[in-house]
C-alpha cells in the first residue's frame, strides 16, 4: 500500500509542477521577449520535459505497481484516451522546444536578438492549446478512475 501511495502522491506532484511550468511559459510569451524572458523560457521547457519524462515513468509505475493492478487500466478505455492525449500533449510540444533552443541559440550568436512577434504569438496560442489538453486530461483521468472499463 505504501507503494501505492507514493506512486500516486509522486504522480499528483509531477502534475501540478507541469502545469506549474506550462502556465509560466504561457505568462512568460504574453509580454515583451528579450534576452533574459528566452532563457527563463528555455529552462521552464527543460524542466517542463524533464517532469513530463518523470511523469510517463511514475504514470507506468502505477499501472504495474499499483493497488488497482494493470488489468484495471489496460482494459479502461478512459486510460487509453487520456494516454493518447498525453502523447498528443507531448507531440504538440516539440515545436515551442525546438524554438525555444532556436531562438537561445540566436540570442547567443546575436546579444539584441529578439524573436519575431508572429511566431511569439503562434507559441503563446500552441502552449494554451497544450493547456487545454491537459485540462481534458485531468477529466479523462477523473472518467478513468470512476468508471473503468465499459
Excluded at 507514493?6 to 501540478?16: D, K, N, S
Excluded at 481534458?136 to 478512475?145: N, Q, T
Aim: glycine share 12%; charged share 15%; proline share 3%.
Amino acid at each position: 500500500m505504501l507503494t501505492d501511495l507514493l506512486l500516486a502522491a509522486t504522480h499528483h506532484l509531477l502534475v501540478f509542477a507541469l502545469v506549474s511550468m506550462l502556465v509560466a511559459e504561457s505568462i512568460l510569451l504574453r509580454g515583451p521577449i528579450e534576452g533574459g524572458v528566452l532563457q527563463r523560457l528555455a529552462r521552464l521547457d527543460a524542466g517542463y520535459g524533464g517532469c513530463a519524462g518523470l511523469l510517463l515513468l511514475i504514470g507506468l509505475g502505477r499501472v504495474w505497481y499499483g493497488m488497482k493492478g494493470h488489468d484495471f487500466y489496460l482494459h479502461n478505455p478512459w486510460f487509453h484516451a487520456k494516454l493518447g492525449a498525453y502523447v498528443l500533449v507531448g507531440l504538440l510540444s516539440i515545436l515551442p522546444t525546438v524554438r525555444f533552443l532556436r531562438w537561445r541559440k540566436a540570442l547567443s550568436l546575436n546579444p539584441g536578438y529578439l524573436p519575431d512577434a508572429g511566431e511569439v504569438a503562434k507559441m503563446r496560442g500552441l502552449v494554451r492549446f497544450e493547456l487545454v489538453l491537459i485540462a481534458a486530461i485531468f477529466v479523462l483521468a477523473a472518467s478513468m478512475a470512476r468508471y473503468g472499463g465499459f
